[in-house]
């Protein structure tokens, strides 16, 4: 599903000029991965050459069978059809429901009234957002707004979720309700990649743990914990 083999991205104007350096990641269909690291260690970047904002300065990435580096710009958008994206800051349009900001994501598609008023609310539900379609961005919980994020990252059913520090702007329980959501889309097939600096998350999920350091990979563990502040490994009960 997602192979990045020996990847390295430099930026020639950088301070720190190697983002990445020659990180080799295997992620099979329907695996929940979390990504760990400090700030700076290179898990945006990684992220952003997954949807293809950047390009790699050397090394393979083959996401969903599609070689990227047989990949035409004008097959782009279609590659970022199969990739959803959460963001922290949510990037919700502020002067549009709930229901017209998930439905957006469909009418750049090119998606029919009847598709849109099918889909929509199916979404909203996965999401637990049942009763909010009319909602404004301003009279929700950021918790909520999260969600709203979600579903309009998952309403054209993409085979891969990248989740770039969900739960950063939200308190605990908040941020446990986007975690429950992101478990349950992983659920029904979809591919989920999690970046977090939250320890709480990590330990307790005992899911797949990929750690990033000054743009290497030094640790992936199965149900992994991870202590991110000092660096150093732990064991869950």
Same mark, same amino acid.
């Given at each position: 599903?997602?192979? %990045?083999?020996? /990847?390295? =991205?430099?930026?020639?104007?950088?301070?720190?000029?190697?983002?990445?350096?020659?990180?080799?990641?295997?992620?099979?269909?329907?695996?929940?991965?979390? /990504?760990?690291?400090?700030?700076?260690? #290179? =898990?945006?970047?990684?992220? =952003?050459? %997954?949807?293809?904002?950047?390009?790699? &300065?050397?090394?393979?990435?083959?996401?969903?069978?599609? *070689?990227?580096?047989?990949?035409?710009?004008?097959?782009?958008?279609?590659? $970022?059809?199969? +990739?959803?994206?959460?963001?922290?800051?949510?990037?919700?349009?502020?002067?549009?429901?709930?229901?017209?900001?998930?439905?957006?994501?469909?009418? +750049?598609?090119?998606?029919?009234?009847?598709?849109? @008023?099918?889909?929509?609310?199916?979404?909203?539900?996965?999401?637990?957002?049942?009763?909010?379609?009319?909602?404004?961005?301003?009279?929700?919980? #950021?918790?909520?707004?999260? $969600?709203?994020?979600?579903?309009?990252?998952?309403?054209?059913?993409?085979?891969? %979720?990248?989740?770039?520090?969900?739960? #950063?702007?939200?308190?605990?329980?908040?941020?446990?309700?986007?975690?429950?959501?992101?478990?349950?889309?992983?659920?029904?097939?979809?591919?989920?990649?999690?970046?977090?600096?939250?320890?709480? +998350? /990590?330990? =307790?999920?005992?899911? @797949?743990?990929?750690? +990033?350091? *000054?743009?290497?990979? /030094?640790?992936?563990?199965?149900?992994?914990?991870?202590?991110?502040?000092?660096?150093?490994? &732990?064991?869950?009960?």
């Amino acid at each position: 599903m997602i192979l %990045l083999d020996r /990847v390295t =991205k430099k930026y020639p104007r950088a301070e720190n000029q190697v983002a990445l350096d020659r990180i080799s990641i295997h992620v099979d269909p329907k695996e929940f991965v979390i /990504v760990i690291g400090q700030s700076g260690a #290179g =898990k945006t970047t990684l992220l =952003k050459l %997954l949807t293809r904002e950047e390009r790699p &300065t050397s090394g393979k990435i083959i996401v969903g069978g599609i *070689d990227y580096d047989k990949l035409k710009d004008k097959d782009i958008p279609l590659l $970022r059809r199969k +990739i959803g994206v959460v963001f922290q800051d949510f990037k919700l349009l502020p002067n549009r429901t709930v229901f017209e900001n998930v439905a957006y994501a469909l009418e +750049i598609v090119g998606a029919s009234n009847k598709e849109i @008023r099918n889909t929509v609310p199916r979404v909203l539900d996965i999401v637990n957002l049942k009763g909010k379609e009319n909602s404004m961005p301003r009279q929700l919980s #950021g918790g909520e707004r999260q $969600r709203v994020a979600i579903a309009r990252a998952i309403v054209r059913q993409p085979r891969i %979720l990248v989740a770039d520090e969900p739960t #950063g702007n939200l308190d605990p329980k908040h941020a446990w309700d986007i975690i429950r959501v992101l478990e349950k889309i992983n659920r029904y097939g979809t591919t989920v990649l999690l970046t977090t600096h939250n320890q709480d +998350i /990590v330990n =307790k999920l005992k899911r @797949r743990v990929i750690t +990033i350091k *000054d743009g290497k990979v /030094v640790s992936d563990k199965a149900n992994a914990g991870y202590n991110i502040g000092h660096e150093k490994k &732990t064991k869950n009960a």
